[in-house]
């Protein structure tokens, strides 16, 4: 998995049982490609709200048993009823992408959280159910992973998402730390700015570390995969920090020495230290 808005579906990890495959990759086409209806492209938002109205219809399509003529709705819908895959967790992403073409600020944590809730904890629970994976406490990890994924991305993409007019930062926090929309605007990453970012960095830190333990509770491969998602949350944070929280001049992304880290400490991951 990747920290990647939207990549967060291992698709083509070699950690990934072989016989999942076809799933997710069928889950993340829908996925993928609602994003981009949303994100890409020069489609109005009235354009772009009634694409993911089809999408929705697709779906309730499937929940009747139909097998929609569309190819990757037709896949998706093998899927669901493979692996009795509940419609709800794609129903929220589709929530989500609607509301990124409505809502371009958030007024406190709790909205960018709920925002969340349905934009990246759907993709942690689907993994889960195909897993078969599905006792409340992983469930509970899992969105703390995910949302704590979706948040440092928004830390990497500062300055991406503003040149789409978006601001992912809470504006209480922004007036708490003193930083202006003006300030973002500039790429002005000033004293009140790393501050600003050192509280967003440590909330992000403290959130993946919470739902850590079900990297070591789930088995084999899977346990393996969802440890490298948790280093790599949390190598993109130190990444964030060694650019003295610049990122809108030095953009944190992972390379090479940083897989042979992310490795090595989840080599390390146990109960107690699951930094490693």
Not at 3 to 8: F, G, S
Not at 41 to 62: F, V
Not at 126 to 146: E, F, K, N, R, V
Not at 224 to 252: C, K, S, T, Y
């Amino acid at each position: 998995m990747s920290v990647e808005h939207y990549e967060n579906f291992p698709v083509a990890s070699l950690l990934l049982p072989a016989h999942l495959r076809p799933a997710v990759t069928a889950v993340y086409a829908f996925a993928r490609s609602a994003d981009d209806i949303a994100d890409e492209g020069t489609a109005s938002n009235a354009e772009r709200l009634a694409a993911l109205a089809d999408y929705e219809a697709q779906l309730r399509r499937i929940e009747c048993g139909e097998t929609p003529e569309s190819p990757m709705f037709a896949r998706l819908a093998a899927v669901v009823r493979d692996y009795r895959l509940p419609l709800q967790p794609l129903r929220d992403l589709l929530s989500a992408f609607a509301q990124d073409v409505q809502i371009k600020r958030y007024a406190d944590f709790a909205g960018l959280l709920d925002y969340c809730r349905r934009s990246a904890n759907p993709v942690g629970r689907i993994m889960l159910h195909l897993y078969g994976a599905t006792a409340p406490a992983g469930l509970s990890q899992s969105d703390a992973i995910c949302s704590a994924l979706q948040i440092i991305n928004f830390l990497q993409d500062v300055a991406i998402d503003w040149d789409k007019e978006r601001v992912y930062l809470p504006q209480e926090d922004l007036r708490r730390f003193g930083v202006s929309e003006a300030s973002i605007a500039a790429g002005k990453a000033d004293d009140a700015w790393r501050r600003l970012m050192a509280f967003e960095i440590e909330r992000a830190r403290s959130m993946m570390l919470s739902g850590a333990p079900l990297a070591l509770a789930l088995p084999g491969r899977v346990g393996w995969e969802l440890r490298l998602v948790v280093q790599g949350g949390l190598r993109i944070l130190e990444r964030i920090e060694m650019a003295n929280h610049d990122v809108f001049r030095h953009r944190p992304k992972l390379g090479r020495k940083d897989w042979l880290i992310m490795a090595w400490r989840a080599l390390g991951m146990t109960a107690d230290n699951k930094v490693g």
